[in-house]
């Protein structure tokens, strides 16, 4: 079986119910090339890949590998004609409870390749060749370790050890350097060209458009389950931008006056996001709208979280109102009147089966308990308001917040915030999957909250939502700033460009 591979998708597509995820697909991968996926989040990069791996099946279209029609029903068939995949999930890819060996060894054990009741002393001589398909020096004491000891960005490098070890005909990396420092990334690269001279295809899907600059021979722009573009080297990253993010939507925008902060609530210095970006100072003013704008992989997710003493900062410094703010935990934030409706809203803003009137006033309990016994009439009469303040669509207070559309659970999400009295609002892709209408209401709640003096912080990768909300606007490229002013100062063209700069 030759390694050295053309891979063709023609009219793929795939539903999820009504839900119509690809639309026709028609991608090619060619031999001895890099070939960038790029493109927004829900845009079908995800779905494309799980089903080159058989993590989907029930697609429509044709897969071919050098002529010859393919059907991937499983991960394991996937491998065994040499597609090999390294997905976005870390852990999903290690096996905590076996050892570092193990987990390097894990496929041809599941194959039978290796007894299973191997002793871990015979397997770490083939661990060690696994492991230096990547050039890893790892001790065997290392490589006895449980998986689970070990940090997230040594799994990455074991999962792409485990991958490159099988020479395959394809390989497929979803954001492969998302846990790691620059000399880890430097190593991979190196791995990359190699593979890239001795004929093997690979598909990379990353945000960082500096590593796609650096690493790609192709760019292949994906936009609501369809392709929208395609280049050669050298790239025209405004193109490409356009490309991913579409021409401005054209949609009715309530006008707002545009507002000018003159009162520092929230002062950061030196702050550093990750590892190989440079420190920046940010001030954060009260009355106006700060609007952060960068893809995945830009920081602004860290840059809310390390706000908010979800996670911390590489380095750096703030205070708070004049003091000094350093959060050890969400909870302590909480207390200082720092707030963070967070990306994700159905994994870290919602629990199942809770009501609209429960998830209203969880961060609030003891606004709403005497003696560490619950109200539930002022827990109702919480649910209430937040439903006629925000227009939620629901047949009350007791319905629960996981049946609602998810325009409405949104309204929730941020609606429940603003019942204490927040001196600084985070707001992490806030329209993310909702309707135009819930945009305008979330927009326009938000707009008079900075309005009654706070800071708030609006995160998001949408060019059109930072344009509809924001008095000043912020842009991150791989952790650093590279555009602050304000929204009558910019346009959309110019904020592309700046989001398009590389590295």
């Not at 697909?25 to 829900?42: D, F, K, R, S, W």
């Not at 920081?299 to 004049?322: C, H, N, P, Q």
């Not at 002022?378 to 227009?391: P, Q, R, T, V, W």
């Amino acid at each position: 079986m030759t390694s050295q591979a053309t891979i063709v998708m023609r009219d793929i597509t795939m539903s999820f119910g009504a839900n119509m995820v690809l639309r026709g697909v028609n991608l090619e991968i060619n031999p001895a090339h890099v070939t960038a996926l790029l493109g927004a989040n829900g845009a079908g990069k995800s779905t494309l890949i799980k089903i080159l791996s058989g993590v989907y099946t029930g697609n429509g279209g044709v897969i071919e590998i050098d002529g010859e029609p393919q059907t991937i029903d499983s991960p394991m068939t996937a491998r065994r004609i040499g597609l090999q995949t390294v997905h976005q999930r870390i852990d999903d890819g290690v096996i905590p409870g076996l050892s570092i060996a193990e987990n390097l060894l894990f496929e041809q054990i599941a194959q039978n390749e290796i007894g299973r009741v191997a002793s871990l002393r015979s397997l770490l001589p083939k661990a060690r060749e696994v492991a230096d398909a990547l050039h890893l020096d790892w001790s065997d004491s290392y490589l006895r370790k449980d998986v689970f000891e070990i940090g997230v960005a040594d799994k990455q490098l074991l999962i792409l050890a485990r991958a490159l070890a099988r020479r395959p005909r394809l390989l497929i990396l979803d954001e492969p350097t998302s846990a790691l420092s620059q000399s880890e990334v430097d190593r991979l690269f190196s791995v990359i060209n190699e593979l890239r001279a001795s004929g093997i295809p690979v598909l990379y899907v990353s945000h960082r458009l500096g590593e796609i600059d650096t690493l790609a021979d192709r760019l292949v722009v994906l936009r609501d389950g369809q392709i929208r573009g395609e280049q050669d080297r050298p790239f025209d990253w405004t193109a490409a931008l356009k490309d991913m993010l579409g021409e401005q939507t054209v949609v009715e925008l309530e006008s707002f006056e545009e507002r000018h902060g003159t009162t520092t609530v929230l002062d950061l210095k030196g702050v550093q996001l990750f590892t190989r970006s440079a420190p920046f100072d940010l001030e954060i003013r009260s009355g106006e709208v700060t609007g952060v704008i960068g893809l995945l992989g830009s920081g602004k997710s860290e840059l809310a979280r390390g706000i908010f003493g979800a996670d911390s900062f590489v380095g750096g410094t703030m205070t708070l109102a004049g003091a000094k703010y350093a959060p050890a935990g969400p909870s302590e934030a909480i207390r200082n009147d720092v707030y963070l409706v967070p990306e994700d809203r159905a994994q870290e803003s919602m629990l199942p089966g809770w009501s609209i009137a429960r998830t209203a006033s969880l961060p609030f309990l003891k606004m709403i308990a005497s003696r560490s016994v619950l109200n539930f009439g002022k827990e109702h009469a919480l649910g209430i308001d937040l439903i006629n303040e925000f227009s939620v669509v629901a047949d009350g207070d007791e319905q629960e917040v996981d049946s609602l559309s998810g325009g409405n659970q949104q309204k929730v999400i941020v609606g429940r915030w603003l019942h204490g009295t927040p001196r600084v609002l985070l707001l992490d892709e806030p329209f993310r999957g909702v309707d135009i209408g819930a945009r305008r209401d979330i927009s326009r709640k938000t707009r008079e909250v900075a309005g009654s003096g706070v800071g708030v912080v609006v995160l998001t990768s949408d060019i059109d939502e930072v344009l509809e909300v924001a008095d000043r606007i912020i842009v991150l490229v791989d952790g650093e700033v590279r555009m602050d002013t304000y929204s009558s100062q910019t346009n959309r063209d110019q904020i592309v460009v700046r989001m398009s700069e590389v590295a």
